[in-house]
Nanobody, 121 residues
Framework: QVHLVESGGGLVQAGGSLRLSCVAT????????MGWYRQAPGKQRELVAH???????NYADSVKGRFTISRDNAKNTVYLQMNSLKPEDTAVYYC???????????????WGQGTQVTVSS
């Protein structure tokens, strides 16, 4: 079983920065892609950024040039550096990992509990 623990959310003024972290723990067999999603009140969850096992990245158009996703495979951790934050970035941010438990033979999606990011104007 893979467990994800997120940290780094909070309240920041527009134009500010935050760095989210998500560490995968538990009986990890293998981790493939890692990513961040967000969900604002009354809206569907949406992809923010994604990084493959080969470190290829992709971003939502709304965050390109402002957010950077990275991963540290030795630490089973994915980061999201968020700069030039806007009020419309306010949402609960969820970590997502495509992984396999140590005793599993198939990959599945794992989700963190979510961390609130609030950007004030």
């Amino acid at each position: 079983q893979v467990h994800l623990v997120e940290s780094g959310g909070g309240l920041v003024q527009a134009g500010g920065s935050l760095r989210l972290s998500c560490v995968a723990t538990g009986s990890i067999g293998s981790i493939n892609a890692m990513g961040w999603y967000r969900q604002a009140p009354g809206k569907q969850r949406e992809l923010v950024a994604h990084v493959t096992s080969g470190t290829t990245t992709n971003y939502a158009d709304s965050v390109k040039g402002r957010f950077t996703i990275s991963r540290d495979n030795a630490k089973n951790t994915v980061y999201l550096q968020m700069n030039s934050l806007k009020p419309e970035d306010t949402a609960v941010y969820y970590c997502n990992v495509l992984g396999r438990g140590y005793t599993s033979i198939s990959f599945r999606d794992y989700w963190g509990q979510g961390t609130q990011v609030t950007v004030s104007s």
